[in-house]
């Protein structure tokens, strides 16, 4: 791929095909490696003693969660910066990496909670997870649309998701199944977005932060997918 100024005009939809197709190769190779590392992360982290002790912090009371929840979106924010903005691809790979570590550690206390009704209910989040991801792909990919229109209802979606997650737990009522399945919605609408952007906004020499992400809808999905089969599980 050619060396060009991620702050030019040049973006991935004008580019020659070969830098085009480049692009897309190296963004979802470093989605598969994000996905892998987490996974080695993870199964790292819960192996350890430091797994129940992250899950004390972070569900001692709900003002613990609710600064868990701020640290995460500051870390998340700085995380996507580094990737998108760096002059060079250490930086950019910098930010990649903390975006994987925020979520290896916000991860560790759903994924305990889950292993509770046994190995298969991961697995299968796991698997589900990917398949509404891969099946997702193939449309944005097949059909040709520009999804960018989804970025103005994404944005104020996820503000209103947000601002209900912290009405629900500094008051401690239960957002239940329907706030789950309007979250799958919204993150499914959130991927058909960015694989969008993929494929007609970045920059070429911005396969870090695309990957970045790729990988941040992959997650959000895999948390609610999670939550949704131990609710399911718990009522049987």
Same mark, same amino acid.
């Given at each position: 791929?050619?060396?060009?100024?991620? &702050?030019?005009?040049?973006?991935?939809?004008?580019?020659?095909?070969?830098?085009? =197709?480049?692009?897309?190769?190296?963004?979802?190779?470093?989605?598969?490696?994000?996905?892998?590392?987490?996974?080695?992360?993870?199964?790292?982290?819960?192996?350890?003693?430091? =797994?129940?002790? #992250?899950?004390?912090?972070?569900?001692?009371?709900?003002?613990?969660?609710?600064?868990?929840?701020?640290?995460? @979106?500051?870390?998340? &924010?700085?995380?996507?910066?580094?990737?998108?903005?760096?002059?060079?691809?250490g930086g950019q790979y910098a930010g990649l990496g903390l975006y994987v570590l925020i979520e290896v550690i916000i991860?560790?206390?759903? #994924?305990? #909670?889950?292993?509770?009704?046994?190995?298969?209910?991961? @697995?299968?989040?796991?698997?589900?997870?990917?398949?509404?991801?891969?099946? #997702?792909?193939? !449309?944005?990919?097949?059909?040709?649309?520009?999804?960018?229109?989804?970025?103005?209802?994404?944005k104020v979606g996820f503000f209103v998701a947000l601002a209900t997650i912290v009405v629900g737990i500094a008051f401690g009522f239960n957002?239940?199944?329907?706030?789950?399945?309007?979250?799958?919605?919204?993150?499914?609408?959130?991927?058909?977005? +960015?694989?969008?952007?993929?494929? &007609? &906004?970045?920059?070429?020499?911005?396969?870090?932060?695309?990957?970045?992400?790729?990988?941040?809808?992959?997650?959000?999905?895999?948390?609610? !997918?999670? +939550?949704?089969?131990?609710?399911?599980?718990?009522?049987?």
């Amino acid at each position: 791929m050619n060396d060009y100024s991620p &702050h030019s005009d040049y973006t991935v939809n004008t580019a020659a095909s070969v830098d085009r =197709a480049t692009f897309i190769r190296q963004t979802y190779l470093h989605v598969a490696g994000a996905v892998g590392a987490f996974v080695l992360l993870e199964s790292m982290l819960l192996a350890s003693p430091l =797994a129940p002790v #992250l899950a004390n912090l972070m569900f001692g009371g709900k003002w613990s969660w609710l600064i868990v929840l701020g640290l995460f @979106m500051f870390v998340s &924010h700085i995380a996507t910066k580094w990737a998108s903005t760096a002059t060079t691809i250490g930086g950019q790979y910098a930010g990649l990496g903390l975006y994987v570590l925020i979520e290896v550690i916000i991860l560790c206390p759903l #994924l305990m #909670l889950a292993s509770r009704f046994g190995e298969g209910l991961i @697995m299968k989040a796991g698997l589900i997870t990917g398949g509404v991801f891969i099946g #997702l792909t193939w !449309v944005a990919f097949t059909s040709g649309k520009d999804f960018s229109f989804l970025g103005g209802f994404l944005k104020v979606g996820f503000f209103v998701a947000l601002a209900t997650i912290v009405v629900g737990i500094a008051f401690g009522f239960n957002l239940g199944l329907w706030f789950t399945g309007a979250m799958l919605l919204l993150v499914g609408g959130s991927i058909l977005y +960015q694989t969008s952007n993929v494929m &007609h &906004h970045y920059h070429p020499s911005q396969y870090v932060a695309a990957s970045l992400a790729l990988f941040a809808s992959i997650a959000t999905l895999f948390w609610y !997918v999670l +939550q949704l089969l131990m609710s399911l599980n718990s009522r049987d």
